[in-house]
């Protein structure tokens, strides 16, 4: 594989003020179309831009990030408390799956207060420093969710839509299914190199970085540690990167932070592109199902993590997914459909089951794209 020198190129900046301040009547304001333009354009060429003039307070985020670092810094024992299991998606985890391959990372996912059959119920963590832990998660979920609300009339004003148009879609059966995601990069030992290319590495290039303190011995994200592989249950080699993978829903709002490893890359043009964060901004990316709602005139790109070998880092990516009962299928105003009609619910099952745990190839998108159908008939 060639092995392409990421460019530090930034993605589009983009001020939502005058979206912010006209959200219930996009169209009516010049300056508010002007930015639904920009949003437009960025989602079509990227996938990715980031925001600012969100209107998402800043005390609010102030309060998230302190709990979010007060329960990465907790006892394992508080933790695997409150631990994800097969039937239950929302909870603590730090042997997830991206694309069939570990991660290097520990996570904490909390979802809609409602629960559901398929994503489970939220768990909230005990213990000392964690007492207000719940409420200024709660709080960031609902600032996240406005946003993301927002962010959806402008897509579908970019689209030649009532800027409500997707409304119906995100309020059908019992509602949205989004849910936060905290993340915790430990420092990696044995980081794969910026200029990868795209896929897992072959030995020796920094994929298998922790066999290289032994081939009987790994590191278990969040630990710190050095463990046998015999005694981890299933024996993994932990990849210090995140492969490349696009969001299974419609936008991504993205927590990250300026004083941290900018270890965030988008694919774009056949080249990674790292993903700087600008001071007291969100970083916005289209996901699978906005693709399919938009014609692929969004993009939902591909984008990974690398890990670093001397810092930590943290990051919180908020998933605006739909209903599960929501059948998602190319608007009416992008022309002949280019995939047929996708349940959310079941797509987003069978994701889960490619995380949680190896179950063979991972679902995409392009299983519904209209060609691929037909070669199944």
């Known amino acids: 594989r060639a092995m392409n020198e990421p460019s530090f190129t930034e993605v589009p900046v983009v001020d939502l003020s005058a979206v912010v301040l006209h959200r219930h009547d996009i169209t009516a304001h010049p300056a508010a179309r002007a930015v639904a333009a920009e949003v437009a354009a960025a989602c079509s060429e990227w996938g990715f831009f980031q925001c600012v003039g969100h209107g998402v307070p800043k005390d609010v985020v102030r309060d998230f990030d302190a709990a979010m670092r007060a329960f990465f810094s907790a006892s394992r024992e508080h933790k695997v408390a409150v631990g994800r299991s097969a039937t239950n998606s929302r909870g603590y985890f730090d042997d997830e799956l991206t694309k069939q391959t570990p991660d290097w990372k520990e996570c904490l996912d909390v979802g809609q207060p409602w629960g559901s059959a398929i994503d489970g119920v939220n768990q909230w963590p005990t213990g000392p420093g964690l007492e207000q832990f719940r409420p200024a998660i709660e709080r960031y979920y609902e600032a996240c969710r406005e946003?993301?609300?927002?962010?959806?009339?402008?897509?579908?004003?970019?689209?030649?839509?009532?800027?409500?148009?997707?409304?119906?879609?995100?309020?059908?059966?019992?509602?949205?299914?989004?849910?936060?995601?905290?993340?915790?990069?430990?420092?990696?030992?044995?980081?794969?190199?910026?200029?990868?290319?795209?896929?897992?590495?072959?030995?020796?290039?920094?994929?298998?970085?922790?066999?290289?303190?032994?081939?009987?011995?790994?590191?278990?994200?969040?630990?710190?540690?050095?463990?046998?592989?015999?005694?981890?249950?299933?024996?993994?080699?932990?990849?210090?990167?995140?492969?490349?993978?696009?969001?299974?829903?419609?936008?991504?709002?993205?927590?990250?932070?300026?004083?941290?490893?900018?270890?965030?890359?988008?694919?774009?043009?056949?080249?990674?592109?790292?993903?700087?964060?600008?001071?007291?901004?969100?970083?916005?990316?289209?996901?699978?199902?906005?693709?399919?709602?938009?014609?692929?005139?969004?993009?939902?790109?591909?984008?990974?993590?690398?890990?670093?070998?001397?810092?930590?880092?943290?990051?919180?990516?908020?998933?605006?997914?739909?209903?599960?009962?929501?059948?998602?299928?190319?608007?009416?105003?992008?022309?002949?459909?280019?995939?047929?009609?996708?349940?959310?619910?079941?797509?987003?099952?069978?994701?889960?089951?490619?995380?949680?745990?190896?179950?063979?190839?991972?679902?995409?998108?392009?299983d519904w794209a209209v060609s691929s159908t037909q070669a199944r008939l």
């Open 147 to 366: 946003l993301a609300e927002t962010l959806l009339c402008v897509c579908a004003a970019g689209l030649g839509l009532p800027q409500n148009y997707f409304d119906k879609e995100m309020r059908s059966g019992k509602g949205h299914t989004s849910y936060i995601r905290l993340n915790h990069y430990p420092p990696c030992p044995d980081p794969a190199p910026s200029e990868w290319g795209t896929g897992e590495p072959p030995p020796g290039v920094g994929h298998l970085g922790i066999n290289k303190v032994g081939e009987d011995r790994c590191m278990r994200p969040g630990e710190g540690l050095v463990y046998r592989c015999a005694s981890y249950a299933s024996a993994r080699v932990f990849l210090p990167f995140f492969l490349e993978h696009s969001d299974a829903g419609c936008v991504t709002v993205l927590r990250q932070y300026v004083d941290e490893p900018a270890s965030l890359q988008v694919l774009h043009n056949g080249q990674w592109r790292r993903v700087l964060p600008h001071p007291d901004s969100f970083t916005i990316n289209i996901g699978d199902m906005m693709q399919v709602w938009s014609n692929d005139r969004y993009v939902a790109p591909l984008h990974r993590v690398l890990a670093a070998r001397e810092a930590e880092r943290f990051s919180a990516p908020f998933f605006y997914n739909p209903p599960h009962e929501a059948l998602i299928a190319p608007v009416p105003t992008t022309g002949r459909p280019g995939y047929t009609p996708l349940g959310w619910g079941d797509f987003r099952r069978r994701r889960f089951q490619g995380d949680f745990a190896d179950t063979g190839k991972e679902v995409q998108i392009a």
